[in-house]
């Protein structure tokens, strides 16, 4: 699932390009649910590729980092897609980008953060999996893995999930262990190079 890279409705820029822009003559604060949320990653990498003057104020949460971006005390949050896209509707909030590699299938008219930046190897995304312990016999993982697959696959469950911004991709163990690695390599580069600490 993307982050909604979102502004208050009054900011004064539109597009990723404008607020990159603006980034370059004074301040912005982006806002994450916490140090080391996928948020702050995507903040973090949108500093680092663009250059831009940016601070993270981290949350103890989406909800109070949402609703001081709501109040505008921070300039952008990269937010998971459903909360975001609820105030984007409602009219309190711009939604500039998504934070994937590909556009969301439930925004498809809104820009890639890659695409209005023109940062190629921008790819960040909420995901979840399900692990089991390291000991668990072979058998029943593959049972596992066949039966949450075959649950994924079904229109119903899998129209609901990209009705909510999630690009459903059904993985085999070994294609899931794969990713998690490189995702696991992927966010620890934006830590080395940004230079986040734990807080």
């Known amino acids: 699932m993307p982050l909604a890279l979102v502004v208050p409705a009054n900011?004064?820029?539109?597009?990723?390009?404008?607020?990159?822009?603006?980034?370059?003559?004074?301040?912005?604060?982006?806002?994450?649910?916490?140090?080391?949320?996928?948020?702050?990653?995507?903040?973090?990498?949108?500093?680092?590729?663009?250059?831009?003057?940016?601070?993270?104020?981290?949350?103890?949460g989406a909800a109070p980092?949402?609703?001081?971006?709501?109040?505008?005390?921070?300039?952008?949050?990269?937010?998971?897609?459903?909360?975001?896209i609820a105030q984007?509707?409602?009219?309190?909030?711009?939604?500039?980008?998504?934070?994937?590699?590909?556009?969301?299938?439930?925004?498809?008219?809104?820009?890639?953060?890659?695409e209005a930046s023109g940062f190629a190897d921008f790819d960040i995304s909420l995901w979840q999996g399900i692990f089991a312990p390291r000991a668990t016999p072979q058998e029943v993982v593959m049972r596992l893995n066949a039966e949450i697959n075959n649950i994924l696959k079904q229109p119903d469950i899998k129209t609901r999930l990209r009705d909510d911004g999630a690009d459903v991709n059904p993985m085999t163990v070994d294609q899931f262990s794969a990713f998690v690695k490189a995702e696991s390599a992927k966010y620890l580069a934006i830590i080395k190079q940004s230079g986040i600490k734990p807080e």
Request: hydrophobic share 45%; net charge positive.
């Open 88 to 114: 984007v509707k409602a009219g309190s909030l711009k939604l500039l980008a998504v934070s994937t590699a590909k556009r969301s299938p439930a925004a498809a008219d809104v820009p890639t953060v890659a």
């Open 11 to 60: 900011a004064p820029y539109a597009t990723v390009a404008e607020m990159l822009s603006a980034a370059k003559t004074h301040a912005l604060t982006f806002a994450s649910a916490g140090t080391g949320t996928p948020g702050h990653l995507a903040g973090e990498l949108l500093k680092l590729r663009s250059g831009g003057n940016m601070t993270h104020v981290p949350y103890k």
């Open 65 to 84: 980092a949402l609703n001081d971006l709501l109040g505008a005390h921070v300039d952008f949050f990269f937010s998971g897609f459903p909360a975001a």
